[in-house]
Each structure stands twice: as C-alpha cells, then as structure tokens.
C-alpha cells in the first residue's frame, strides 16, 4: 500500500514518508539499469539503503480521506525490504571486487 501512496507524503510534506517512498525508485534504477557504471550502481543502491532506513521514523499514517491516522510500527516487512536493498548492494560491492582483480 505504501508504495502506491507514497507520493501523497509528498503532498502533505512528511519528510519520513517521501524519502523512504523514493528509496523504491532509487533500488529499481540500480537494480535494473545494468548499462550504468558499477560504481553509479553502488552510490545508488547505498542512497536507496539511506533513505529507507527514514521509514523508521514513520509513527502514523493516514487511514482514509476524513482524516483518521493509523499507527504503523516497523515489523516483518520493513525488515525483509531493507534486507533485499542490503543484498543488493553488497552484491554490487562484491562484484566490484572480482572485476578490480
């Protein structure tokens, strides 16, 4: 659901929402733009692992249009979202590593 909706933290000018709902493109660039130098790739899957982490920050959320908050707490599923943008970059990191050799 967030990232359908994360765009509407932008709107309402929540800086935990908007930067973490950016951390998804940035991970999709890196992930599949394999045509961009390897080290560009690295910068952006660390830039991607920065700004997800700011969806630590993220207390409430909003529920629908009448204006009701809900609370969201980091669990099972913001894990497994930074663990896959770890992986990507450490596998960046250490492909970088075979090719200097």
Known sequence: MGL????AGILVGS??????W???FLYLIS?????LNLKTQIKLSGAAII??????????????AGGKNMEVY????????MI??????LDQVRELKVLSK
């Open 15 to 20: 800086l935990f929402i908007s930067l973490s």
């Open 31 to 35: 992930l599949l733009a394999t045509k």
């Open 4 to 7: 359908f909706l994360g765009w």
């Open 51 to 64: 700004l997800g982490l700011f969806a630590i920050g993220i207390r409430e959320l909003l529920e629908n």
């Open 84 to 89: 896959s943008f770890i992986y990507l970059f």
């Open 74 to 81: 980091v669990g099972f599923g913001y894990i497994t979202w």
């Open 22 to 24: 950016v951390s998804n």
